[in-house]
């Protein structure tokens, strides 16, 4: 199931860094470690990127659908059939007594040519939706169900909607229509728990009717309170999450989700904008249907809400089977005029053509907008297009919109690149290692190659690099201590050389972590192995990497800092001079140093810190420590099980020592006058 949209190629892929994880941690150092890290103060370096911290997102592991859409009825347009001898739509079932079928007779659009129809036998007749592995209640919470609805053969309402139980024993909340009319409407009620509710996902929302005649439902929706109270919104929860990693930029939509696995369900944006009833959802690569009620304005609600920028990569006419077409095809030039387009919808003034769809949309003002990526990860087209595909779609763009930087995904010849997006899936101490990859080398440069994601190094020409997806891959669902180990320091190493690599972004962000639960037809939520951040109908957590990354980002500062580690194998042999990683930062506004140490090794390392230079240190600091057992993980039950934790500092000065735990990341926040 969990790969079945994946192409060969890319599975192969996807394995062979599986098989990478299981040799990595055969050599860690079991030695005290004693080393000097000095820092230059007087010669800050690279200036950091105010967008150098960002998300990569797309609908995998039910992202949007079960995860940030705050949506909470599965399958509200009927499309996924029935799994079961019931012959109900999967996730709906039927109460009471009469008939309920499926009707394709009575579209209430083009995009919604399914509805329910139930005909009444002068009992009560209801259908349940089980959401998204259930369906969560909350107290004192008001929650909006919409639906369309249509009357026939002497019935006229009202039609009940309810929070009940699982076993209906209970109702949680309920509201009533007022006459359903013989046309499809579409109707809204308020439903509010009170006090007493239980918080629980072991719930089900019910509409149903008593009396006799006919009663058709479609586009049944149901939505609990969303972040900032926006229509159509997002889960609050998870924009809390987020907006700890202060992200600048997000990488949308996809990965993958962005290609699709063939033409009719690539990413077809046109179809994922206006009233949520006007767009039919499609078949994702990830192996289930989206609703689309998540589309492009929902992405840029997202980034407008988080205070984000879009890093768009535009559909470049490939998809995931292998099919794709050729430069100069018609088919290239209808993508081209999509991808025009679509950046018009996003940054182009209300008064565009586009611009104007954007603002009938909800957003007025354009989005800025500076990166627009041509593909995704082409390098798994093996007929050598891609040149010529991103070419052609590289030209048009810079001929109307001069001032984008276009980001390619696998090596071009025939247009130069502002920048290439590099992807990491590796082992924890593969990405230690890997921190150093991007510095300018003290020699003659080793050739740059492309292998199997990214490039081995930092790019000539003025060719920027943005690591569009990483993630050390142990933990799962989500991270354990030593990936976010491996994670930071990689970051750290990206950090120093933001000269070079201008943005990075973690990937895949979000994963409902919901098991399969075969009688409802539930299959497990995710089919990525390591993710950011995880949840379930009612709780979300911050894996270990992600408060890694909340670290880094909350302490980015705007300089770097040179900084250098002398010594790490001093004190015994078999040491491994890579389990200390050190870098350091200046905040130029509050005169913070910041110095960023990964410990990834199984002993403690007393550091002797320097800070030199003319400033004044004071003694008085904080270190915020990540740390734990390597194969710790966040859960939904032990949520903060490997968390920050802030100590103060009294002892700091232009020189002064402090004991690194093992497995640990340090963020020590000095101040220099
Ligand atoms: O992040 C998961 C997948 O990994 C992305 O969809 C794809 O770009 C990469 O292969």
């Known amino acids: ?401 001069p001032r984008l930087k276009i980001i390619a995904t696998a090596p071009v010849s025939s247009f130069k690149p502002d920048m290439y997006d590099d992807h990491f899936y590796r082992g924890a101490r593969q990405l230690v290692q890997m921190a150093t990859m991007y510095d300018k080398p003290s020699g003659p440069a080793a050739a740059l190659t492309f292998n199997g994601g990214g490039w081995n190094g930092r790019q000539p020409d003025g060719i920027k690099t943005f690591v569009g997806e990483w993630a050390a891959q142990e933990g799962r669902p989500t991270p354990n201590l030593n990936s976010a180990l491996g994670d930071a320091a990689f970051v750290m190493g990206l950090e120093r050389n933001s000269d070079a690599v201008l943005m990075e972004c973690y990937a895949p962000l979000l994963v409902n972590v919901s098991p399969a639960i075969p009688d409802k037809g539930y299959p497990k939520a995710m089919q990525w192995n390591t993710n950011l951040i995880g949840y379930d109908a009612l709780h979300s957590f911050g894996s270990a990497s992600y408060y890694a990354q909340v670290m880094l980002a909350q302490n980015k500062g705007d300089a770097v800092l040179q900084a250098h580690l002398d010594g790490m194998a001093a004190t015994s042999a078999g040491a491994d001079a890579r389990t200390l990683f050190a870098t350091a930062t200046l905040s130029k506004s509050d005169k913070a140093v910041l110095v960023k140490i990964v410990n990834f090794g199984d002993s403690a390392a007393d550091i002797e810190i320097r800070l030199n230079g003319p400033a004044h240190i004071e003694p008085n600091g904080t270190a915020i420590v990540l740390t734990g057992e390597p194969d710790w993980v966040n859960t939904v039950d032990e949520p903060l099980k490997v968390a920050p934790r802030q100590e103060p500092i009294a002892n700091a000065a232009a020189s002064f020592h402090r004991t690194f735990s093992p497995h640990s990341f340090t963020i020590l926040r000095l101040t220099a006058r």
């Open 1 to 401: 199931m969990c790969f079945m949209a994946i192409p060969a190629a890319r599975l192969a892929a996807y394995l062979a860094l599986a098989a990478d994880l299981l040799c990595i941690n055969s050599t860690l150092a079991c030695a005290d470690v004693n080393a000097t890290l000095s820092v230059d103060l007087g010669k800050p370096t690279t200036n950091i990127p105010m967008n150098f911290f960002g998300l990569m997102t797309e609908e995998i592991n039910h992202a949007y659908d079960g995860g940030l859409y705050a949506e909470l009825i599965q399958n509200r347009s009927f499309q996924d059939p029935s799994r079961n001898t019931s012959g109900m739509p999967v996730h709906w079932s039927t109460i009471g007594s009469g008939t309920v079928t499926i009707d394709r007779s009575n579209p209430v659009n083009s995009a919604l040519p399914v509805s329910l129809r139930l005909d009444l036998s002068g009992d009560k007749l209801g259908v349940a939706n089980d959401g998204y592995w259930g369906i969560p209640v909350h107290p004192d919470t008001t929650y909006t169900a919409t639906f369309f609805a249509k009357a026939d053969g002497g019935f006229a309402g009202p039609v009940t909607a309810s929070l009940q139980s699982e076993d209906g024993a209970t109702s949680f909340a309920s509201a009533g229509t007022p006459q359903i009319a013989n046309g499809w409407h579409k109707y809204a009620l308020n439903l509010k728990t009170d006090h007493s509710a239980p918080a629980t996902a072991s719930a089900k929302f019910v509409l149903s009717a008593s009396g006799s005649g006919r009663i058709w439902f479609s586009l049944v929706s149901l939505f609990p309170p969303t972040y900032q109270q926006a229509p159509n919104g997002l889960r609050p929860d998870l924009m809390q999450l987020m907006s700890e990693l202060k992200p600048k930029f997000i990488r949308l939509p996809g990965g993958n989700y962005a290609e699709g696995s063939r033409f009719a369900d690539r990413f077809n944006w046109k179809q994922m904008i206006g009233p949520s009833d006007t767009r039919p959802g499609h078949m994702g690569c990830w192996g289930y249907r989206s609703s689309d009620g998540f589309g492009l304005p929902e992405y840029l609600l997202w980034c407008k809400q988080l205070g984000a920028e879009p890093v768009l990569a535009v559909f470049a006419g490939y998809v995931l089977n292998g099919d794709h077409f050729k430069a100069g095809s018609q088919e290239m030039a209808l993508y081209t005029q999509e991808a025009l387009e679509e950046i018009e919808y996003i940054s182009g003034p209300a008064t565009s053509k586009w611009g104007k769809r954007r603002a009938e949309d909800g957003f007025s003002e354009p989005f800025p907008l500076h990166y627009v990526e041509i593909g995704n990860e082409d390098w798994f087209d093996r007929s050598g297009s891609y040149d010529g595909r991103f070419t052609q779609m590289a030209r048009a763009i810079r001929e109307r919109y």
